[in-house]
Nanobody, 126 residues
Framework: VQLVESGGGSVQAGGSLRLSCVASGHTYSSYCMAWFRQAPGKEREWVANVRTLDFDRDTRYEVSVRGRFLISQDKDKGTLYLQMDRLQIEDTAMYYC???????????????????WGQGTQVTVS
């Protein structure tokens, strides 16, 4: 499985960005996929995850981004998106897309829960 993120950039506080994660080399339809982020000098932290098969019923968000970030997907394109609105300076980080080998997302909040990773895309909020 290969994951490639894009869509990062620089934005002023209060602005929006949409990140994309294109997945290839596997059948997209039944995976647990997630977004993580890592700010300079900090641990990589979980942002959100989704079970692609039950997209509308199995999506989770970290508390600080709930109501501001939204996961969506295009199954035909094998692409996961992260719409980020009302961005804050504290959202500045490298954002990573990740996928598990298992399809279960519940409780999967650690880096070690995910096997496949993208290279990351930088988001800077000023």
């Amino acid at each position: 499985v290969q994951l490639v993120e894009s869509g990062g950039g620089s934005v002023q506080a209060g602005g929006s960005l949409r990140l994309s994660c294109v997945a290839s080399g596997h059948t997209y339809s039944s995976y647990c996929m997630a977004w993580f982020r890592q700010a300079p000098g900090k641990e990589r932290e979980w942002v959100a995850n989704v079970r692609t098969l039950d997209f509308d019923r199995d999506t989770r968000y970290e508390v600080s981004v709930r109501g501001r970030f939204l996961i969506s997907q295009d199954k035909d394109k094998g692409t996961l998106y992260l719409q980020m609105d009302r961005l804050q300076i504290e959202d500045t980080a490298m954002y990573y897309c990740a996928a598990r080998k298992e399809s279960i997302c519940g409780g999967a909040y650690r880096q070690s829960d995910y096997y496949f990773w993208g290279q990351g895309t930088q988001v800077t909020v000023s």
